[in-house]
């Protein structure tokens, strides 16, 4: 009988293997991207309003792609560091080899104050996380300016906003995010 590999004992713990690589990419930011990368590095958060609908997409995308129709710097408008969380997810990370996080944390969907979509992926700071709730408001924790890089693709923050902490004040009603929820 040829050596069966599949057999293995599913409630074997699991194993890790360590295996580093190193990977090169070359991205074209495009002056969309670009432009939003500046702002964030400047402390600002800006998007695009589509001049037919009047949505703000923020990161903006270079058009609205409801009414296809391009944006372009006479569409910028810039939305506030602050708004509310709309879904969130709490984490428990894994301990491989090289994982910084140690403790349970949650990213969260925000709805910026202005914007009329969620930037998805965002970290909550300064809230234990059985406290995290829909339209929780919170405001941007800003990296030091020095360290505020940009996603290269322009679709999120990059490292521009190192967290999100409530502000205190009333939670928004379900008015407010109901249409933004996953
Ligand atoms: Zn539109």
Not at 1 to 8: C, F, H, K, L
Not at 52 to 79: H, M, N, W
């Amino acid at each position: 009988m040829a050596e069966d590999t599949a057999t293995e004992d599913p409630g074997a713990p699991v194993r890790f293997m360590p295996q580093l690589i190193g990977l090169d990419y070359t991205i074209k930011t495009n002056p969309v991207a670009a432009a939003f990368g500046a702002a964030l590095a400047d402390g600002r958060i800006t998007g695009h309003r589509c001049p037919s609908c009047q949505r703000v997409y923020a990161p903006p995308k270079g058009f609205c792609p409801i009414c296809v129709v391009p944006t372009g710097e006479a569409d910028l408008v810039e939305v506030a560091d602050r708004g509310l969380v709309t879904s969130w997810t709490v984490l428990t990370p894994i301990q491989y080899a090289g994982q910084k996080e140690r403790e349970d944390y949650a990213l969260a969907s925000i709805l910026l104050d202005g914007a009329d979509g969620t930037i998805g992926q965002q970290r909550l700071v300064d809230v234990p996380l059985d406290e995290i709730r829909m339209g929780l408001r919170v405001e941007a924790v800003w990296a030091p300016p020095d360290e505020r890089v940009a996603d290269d693709r322009g679709y999120g923050l990059g490292s521009a906003v190192s967290g999100w902490r409530p502000t205190g004040e009333p939670d928004a009603p379900p008015s407010a995010y109901q249409e933004h929820t996953l």
